[in-house]
């Protein structure tokens, strides 16, 4: 029982590795078509794509440490309680904090949202959490105050909240229904 469990997973694994490889391959096919049909932009789109690669070998090794630590010492049920189904007003707050607090790239919170969402957060947390780490940072209102003033940061701020949350909530609700329909379609009746 326990083998082919572990044989599944394997297969599943090895799936997932060849739909990236093919994902990784028709995007470069892609880039390939797009040069030659427009050979004058090789120069910049390869000064570009050299400045992200280095930029993301910077960043993240360091990421997927931090994500190896965050793996071990949070525990499920430290996740559960904080940002899980129950969690109601504070697990928002959090994950409101949680996103606005660091400064960086969107893609090295996905890392992070990943591994959340396995140790049982909840989904609407998450899209805060992503939501707030793209558009809600605690520097990037200081510079707005300062160049736009308090109204226009506050309204803007309380409006983005606001929003965020809505969409949290709207994402889940669509995500959990869509897993229920799933769910029901591939139960098969039981037949006396």
């Keep these: 029982m326990n083998t082919e469990k572990k044989q599944k997973q394997k297969q599943k694994q090895k799936k997932k590795i060849l739909r990236d490889w093919m994902f990784l391959?028709?995007?470069?096919?892609?880039?390939?078509?797009?040069?030659?049909l427009y050979p004058e932009k090789?120069?910049?789109?390869?000064?570009?794509?050299?400045?992200?690669?280095?930029?993301?070998?910077?960043?993240l090794?360091?990421?997927?440490?931090?994500?190896?630590?965050?793996?071990?010492y949070i525990s499920d049920e430290t996740?559960?309680?904080?940002?899980?189904?129950?969690?109601?007003?504070?697990?928002?707050?959090?994950?409101?904090?949680?996103?606005?607090?660091?400064?960086?790239?969107?893609?090295?919170?996905?890392?992070?949202a990943a591994?959340?969402?396995?140790?049982?957060?909840?989904?609407?947390?998450?899209i805060v959490f992503l939501s707030a780490w793209a558009c809600i940072k605690l520097p990037q209102e200081l510079v707005e105050l300062q160049f736009l003033g308090f109204d226009f940061m506050l309204s803007r701020l309380l409006l983005t909240i606001g929003f965020v949350i809505l969409m949290g909530y709207l994402i889940e609700r669509l995500i959990d229904g869509s897993n229920k329909k799933n769910l029901s379609t591939t139960q098969k009746p039981v037949l006396d």
Excluded: C, H
Excluded at 25 to 33: D, H, K
Excluded at 50 to 59: G, L, Q
Excluded at 61 to 72: N, Q, T
Excluded at 87 to 109: E, M
């Design 79 to 112: 996740v559960v309680t904080y940002l899980g189904k129950a969690s109601g007003i504070k697990g928002i707050g959090l994950s409101l904090f949680l996103g606005a607090l660091p400064t960086g790239p969107l893609y090295v919170a996905f890392p992070m």
């Design 25 to 36: 391959g028709l995007t470069i096919g892609i880039l390939l078509l797009i040069l030659f």
């Design 42 to 59: 090789t120069q910049p789109v390869t000064v570009t794509a050299w400045d992200y690669f280095m930029e993301m070998i910077i960043i």
């Design 115 to 126: 591994t959340l969402l396995k140790k049982g957060a909840r989904t609407s947390n998450i």
């Design 61 to 72: 090794p360091a990421v997927m440490i931090i994500m190896g630590i965050f793996s071990v």
